[in-house]
């Protein structure tokens, strides 16, 4: 359980805001689930998002304990993110969110999107999510294997 010293209220939808409420911190998740794991990989996101608020955000993720990480054996510098099961569990809110932009947004969606909304187009929402997360799962154990 993720403990929670300072909070607003006992609302669950405001204590769960506390820690990824802001503008970033879904689309470091996000981010994750396409297999983007390294500093730089989240800087290169179409969002470009400031070095000085990614490190925030990240130290902010492995605080709440919604991501870890692990040295890159070929450059110990560099640190490779990927999701804890409480982070796994926030995909079936990302899929969510991404079909009520669909259906209530008049924007131009990127190809990462469309393609996305094409793969998952004819598949149930528990269907997708399960895809999706096993996918994730599948290649977070192939990284894991790097150590």
Not at 10 to 38: A, H, V, Y
Not at 130 to 135: E, G, Q, Y
Request: charged letters at 25%; glycine letters at 2%.
């Amino acid at each position: 359980m993720i403990e929670i010293t300072q909070n607003r209220s006992g609302c669950p939808i405001s204590s769960s805001l506390e820690i990824i409420g802001d503008k970033w911190s879904l689309l470091i998740i996000r981010d994750l689930f396409l297999q983007r794991t390294t500093f730089s990989e989240f800087m290169n996101s179409p969002e470009k998002i400031s070095s000085n608020i990614l490190t925030n955000r990240l130290n902010k993720l492995l605080s709440f304990n919604l991501i870890e990480f692990y040295r890159d054996s070929k450059d110990k510098k560099v640190k490779k993110y990927f999701l804890t099961s409480a982070g796994i569990d926030l995909y079936p809110l990302i899929y969510d969110l991404s079909i009520w932009s669909k259906k209530h947004l008049d924007i131009e969606y990127n190809n990462i999107a469309l393609d996305w909304y094409k793969e998952n187009f004819n598949k149930t929402p528990s269907q997708t999510i399960f895809d999706d997360v096993i996918t994730y799962e599948s290649f977070k154990e192939l990284a894991l294997k790097h150590i």
